[in-house]
């Protein structure tokens, strides 16, 4: 239903989860389900800001690694995406996120990603802007058209060397060869410990450092220059879209209830209610 709504008006989505949070302002209207009033306001919005979740790849049939199914061995990503695992066991750290691009890789952009994507299209030949602002680290929205998308918690198909600081888009299946055929899920299977010296590696001759996945992981900040474009567009925009995410994870948390609180219009799709739905227009 949900879905059928937002391509009825060239947006699209889908999806999400729990929450817990208190938001920066109280809103004093009810929200609103009525579709005919959103389409009034997106009628008029001449800059538009969509901000996305994992909620919009689960379309795709992407792990979200959240809640109980949310483990791969026996593990769940707090566990594995920290800079604290990294360090002490990088092969495992490897081996997870080799798991999950060899599972993107097989994946393509659903309704919501073509949607969005149409959307921002069709809009740019009226000269009004649709910008995405996407807390997934997959590769979809860009994969569906989206031109105009700021990823706050980076790329799983980049690379960032830890000796050198060298960012590269790195898109190869295995990533390197040891990593071939490892990865599995499966809570009985035995780690690969694979040395340091056969895990990605730069490739810049005169570095040859070990590489870790370009993403942003718990306990680290996000990169500054893409927060700086991320809140022009929130300050800027005269809609915000909030889509297949719960709004649990800080700062992404933040930027819907910032719109918000100068009186924009919030409109939020998601299959079950949030401590934000009642908050929101």
């Known amino acids: 239903m949900i879905l059928r709504n937002l391509v009825s008006i060239g947006l699209g989505p889908r999806v999400s989860s729990p929450v817990t949070r208190r938001p920066l302002v109280e809103m004093t209207?009810?929200?609103?389900?009525?579709?005919?009033?959103?389409?009034?306001?997106?009628?008029?919005?001449?800059?538009?800001?969509?901000?996305?979740?994992?909620?919009?790849?689960?379309?795709?049939?992407?792990?979200?690694?959240?809640?109980?199914?949310?483990?791969?061995?026996?593990?769940?990503?707090?566990?594995?995406?920290?800079?604290?695992?990294?360090?002490?066991?990088?092969?495992?750290?490897?081996?997870?996120?080799?798991?999950?691009?060899?599972?993107?890789?097989?994946?393509?952009?659903?309704?919501?990603?073509?949607?969005?994507?149409?959307?921002?299209?069709?809009?740019?030949?009226?000269?009004?802007?649709?910008?995405?602002?996407?807390?997934?680290?997959?590769?979809?929205?860009?994969?569906?058209?989206?031109?105009?998308?700021?990823?706050?918690?980076?790329?799983?198909?980049?690379?960032?060397?830890?000796?050198?600081?060298?960012?590269a888009v790195n898109q190869g299946s295995p990533i390197c060869a040891a990593l071939e055929g490892k990865g599995s899920p499966d809570p009985d299977t035995s780690d690969a410990k694979i040395p340091p010296e056969e895990l990605p590696r730069c490739e810049k001759s005169d570095c040859h450092g070990l590489l870790r996945p370009n993403v942003t992981w718990f306990g680290e900040t996000l990169d500054s220059h893409v927060l700086t474009k991320v809140e022009t567009v929130l300050d800027t925009c005269d809609l915000c879209l909030v889509v297949g995410t719960s709004s649990i994870v800080y700062p992404a948390a933040m930027f819907a209830p910032q719109v918000a609180s100068r009186g924009v219009p919030v409109a939020e799709f998601n299959i079950e209610t949030t401590s934000e739905t009642t908050r929101f227009t």
């Open 29 to 167: 209207r009810s929200a609103s389900s009525d579709m005919s009033e959103f389409r009034k306001v997106f009628s008029k919005a001449r800059h538009i800001a969509i901000i996305t979740g994992a909620g919009v790849s689960a379309e795709s049939g992407v792990p979200t690694f959240r809640g109980a199914a949310g483990y791969w061995r026996k593990w769940q990503s707090q566990d594995i995406a920290t800079p604290e695992a990294f360090f002490r066991n990088p092969s495992l750290v490897w081996e997870f996120y080799h798991y999950r691009r060899e599972v993107m890789l097989s994946k393509g952009p659903n309704a919501a990603h073509l949607a969005i994507a149409e959307c921002e299209a069709r809009l740019r030949k009226q000269g009004r802007s649709v910008v995405v602002i996407t807390q997934v680290i997959d590769d979809l929205h860009r994969q569906a058209g989206s031109r105009h998308v700021l990823k706050i918690h980076g790329s799983l198909f980049e690379t960032r060397c830890v000796s050198c600081g060298h960012v």
